[in-house]
């Protein structure tokens, strides 16, 4: 989702925009409907694992789900890091409709971070 957000929030000439995780799952069809839901289309988009190079090489760096800080390669001291221990709306429970609100606040959440950054 945050990819999705600063792929269009964020100028591409200022920013260069990769998104990556510590493993890798194919594409959440909530997150996919959530953002579609706020006309941000992120079905071309898939999960890939962090390239350790490009993420040594990277002078920000955003990490976004609770225990993401803990499970990242080590973050240089010259490199900025954000963190936001976001709840991972996968482990939502509930109705179809209640797991589907947790993705819509994590969204919103994501949204905001993202709209920080410009």
Known sequence: MAEGYARVLLPQ?????????????????????????????????YSK???????????????LCGDAKDKCPVISAETQHLHYPLADPVNAVGSYEERLDVFRNVRDKIKKIVHGLE
Not at 27 to 38: C, F, G, P, Q, Y
Not at 49 to 63: E, G, N, Q, R
């Open 13 to 45: 000439n200022e920013f260069e925009i990769r998104s990556a995780g510590v493993e890798v799952h194919g594409l959440n069809s909530d997150a996919a409907k959530v953002m579609l839901e706020d006309g941000v289309d992120i079905s071309g988009q």
């Open 49 to 63: 694992k962090i390239d350790v190079d490009y993420f040594k090489s990277a002078d920000l760096i955003i990490t």
